[in-house]
Structure formats: structure tokens, C-alpha cells
């Protein structure tokens, strides 16, 4: 509590005295459990008490080739801070949780070129650790933008639909630019991230290139820009909206009676209109669209 605490050297050593009368185990227990609440120049302070032959233990922990204690070092090191010498390498260990782990500990201590490590192995990694990587990103939020554009910007192939995801739910600005630029790649599912994530980021500015979309030869695509279309609120977009009612894919007229809905007052208007339509898929869908709205 005295090292957490605002206080001249003499309090900090103080707290240190009093840590180094604890056993090993004890003070990497306590460190540990005072890191994880605190945060900022509380942080901080923690962070200087590892200093020493603490971080050195750890440090070698991390290097160890037993899971368990490069495990333990990480869990370790995320709470407290420290550890740059061995962290960033984790980032890339052969274990999915250290892995995951050493992508907290980015979140919490990382410097730029961890931000960046990070970021690449988003491209990269599957499964849990591609989850963990993907939410440290997000955390970052802005942090994260210059070395997430540029991996984007670089990228290429459906490794792309994971980090144009992530830049949608970062949403910062800077990467607009970076996301819009795949909205004609060869591949639908990169295409149709890419208009999902500009709505995100971009809103209602959007609204041109997601109509452009309407016409994609892949329903994959024309789905994502009907949804862009209604998450972005764009009302005047609704008579192009309305003709995806009429579209073969299931997929897009389902897409298109949401959108509509989302819409409210004009899409409701659109709806309506359409349960006379000469199509019997846009009269079927917009009966559904507009019952689902009354029992919601």
C-alpha cells in the first residue's frame, strides 16, 4: 500500500525493505495482487519496487523452457510492469497462453515496437490467441492505428479480414483511408469486411461507397453494404435498400428488411410499399420485416 502510494524515496524504500523480508514466493504474490488494482503513477511505483533482482528472476523465468514459469512471468510482469528484455519475445512463444498473456502485458506496459509486434501477430496466430491479440488491439484503441494501418495497407489475401475487423472496432479515423482501400480486393470476404469497418469508423460519409456495393456480384458483399447502409442511418438510401428485397440471395433480402427497419419512418414507408411488389420475394420479406417490428 506504501509503494502504491504517493510518497518521497523514503517511503519507497520503506516498502521495498519491508517486501525484501517477505519470502520469494510471498513477494512475487503480493506484487502481483497490488499491480493488478492499481493503475497510471500507482503503476508506476509498483513497477519500481520489481526493479532489480526481481525483474532479473523473472526475466529469466520468461526464457525458461517449462510453460509454467514463463507463464508464471508473465502474469507476473503484466501486473506489475517490467520486463521489457524478454516480454515483446512472447508475443511469438510457442505456448498459446503465454502468448495470450504477453498480449496483456503489451496492453499495459507495451512501447511502440511491442504495439507493432502485436499487431502482426494478429495476422498470423488463431484461435485463443488470435482472440487475445485481436482484444489488445481493440484496448490500444489509438495506440494501435499507425501500426495497424500499416499492416492493412500491406497486407494482402484473406489474412486482411481479421485486422480490417479489428481496425472497425478500434474505429479511429486514421485508419479509414487504409481500411477503404481493399473495398475492391479480389476476394468477397475481404471486400465485405472492409465496407463493414468503414461504416464503423466512417459513418454516414460512407453512404457513397456502401451504395456502390449494392451492385458487387457476391452476396457476401452486397450484404455487407445493405447492413453499412442501415447501421449508418443513411435514410435517403432507402429505395435502393428496398430493391435488395428483390435479390435471389437470401441473404441480402434478410439483410435489406433489417436495414430497413434500422431506417425507421422511411424504411418502414419502403416496407410497406413493397407488400405489393410484382416480386414474391420482397412481398414475403417485407411481410416478415414489418411483423418481426410489431412483436418487437
Same mark, same amino acid.
Given at each position: ?94 505456448? /498459446?497462453? =503465454? &502468448? !495470450? @498473456? %504477453?498480449?496483456?502485458?503489451?496492453? *499495459?506496459? #507495451? ?6 509486434? $502485436? ?68 476476394? /468477397?470476404? =475481404? &471486400? !465485405? @469486411? %472492409?465496407?463493414?469497418?468503414?461504416? *464503423?469508423? #466512417? ?6 461507397? $456502401? ?71 420482397? &412481398?414475403?420479406? %417485407? ?10
Amino acid at each position: 500500500a506504501a509503494a502504491a502510494s504517493p510518497g518521497g524515496a523514503d517511503a519507497h524504500e520503506a516498502a521495498r525493505a519491508a517486501l525484501a523480508r517477505l519470502p520469494r514466493k510471498e513477494q512475487l504474490f503480493v506484487l502481483a495482487r497490488t499491480g493488478e488494482r492499481v493503475s497510471g503513477e500507482a503503476c508506476e511505483r509498483v513497477t519500481r519496487l520489481v526493479e532489480g533482482p526481481l525483474e532479473r528472476r523473472l526475466e529469466r523465468w520468461g526464457r525458461a523452457r517449462g510453460r509454467r514459469p514463463r507463464l508464471r512471468a508473465a502474469r507476473v510482469l503484466t501486473a506489475t510492469g517490467g520486463g521489457s528484455a524478454v516480454m515483446p519475445r512472447l508475443i511469438e512463444d510457442g505456448d /498459446p497462453l =503465454v &502468448r !495470450a @498473456q %504477453a498480449a496483456m502485458w503489451v496492453v *499495459r506496459h #507495451g512501447d511502440d515496437d511491442a504495439v507493432a509486434a $502485436l499487431v502482426r501477430h494478429t495476422l498470423h496466430d488463431e484461435g485463443l490467441t488470435r482472440f487475445a491479440s485481436a482484444d489488445a488491439v481493440v484496448r490500444l484503441g489509438s495506440r494501435a492505428t499507425p501500426a495497424l494501418a500499416a499492416a492493412i495497407r500491406d497486407g494482402s489475401g484473406l489474412s486482411l479480414v481479421v485486422p480490417l475487423r479489428v481496425a472497425g472496432h478500434v474505429g479511429d479515423l486514421g485508419l479509414l483511408d487504409a481500411v477503404l482501400a481493399h473495398r475492391h480486393a479480389p476476394e /468477397p470476404a =475481404v &471486400r !465485405a @469486411q %472492409a465496407l463493414r469497418s468503414a461504416a *464503423r469508423i #466512417g459513418g454516414i460519409a460512407q453512404a457513397e461507397f $456502401l451504395l456502390d456495393a449494392l451492385d458487387d456480384p457476391d452476396a457476401e458483399v452486397r450484404v455487407a453494404a445493405v447492413e453499412g447502409l442501415g447501421r449508418i442511418g443513411a435514410w435517403r438510401t432507402a429505395p435502393q435498400i428496398g430493391r435488395a428485397l428483390r435479390a435471389q440471395a437470401w441473404d441480402v433480402r434478410r439483410a435489406a428488411g433489417l436495414a430497413l427497419l434500422a431506417l425507421d419512418a422511411p424504411g418502414q414507408l419502403v416496407l410497406r410499399r413493397a407488400l405489393d411488389d410484382d416480386d414474391r420475394f420482397a &412481398r414475403e420479406m %417485407a411481410r416478415r420485416a414489418l411483423d418481426e417490428e410489431r412483436v418487437g
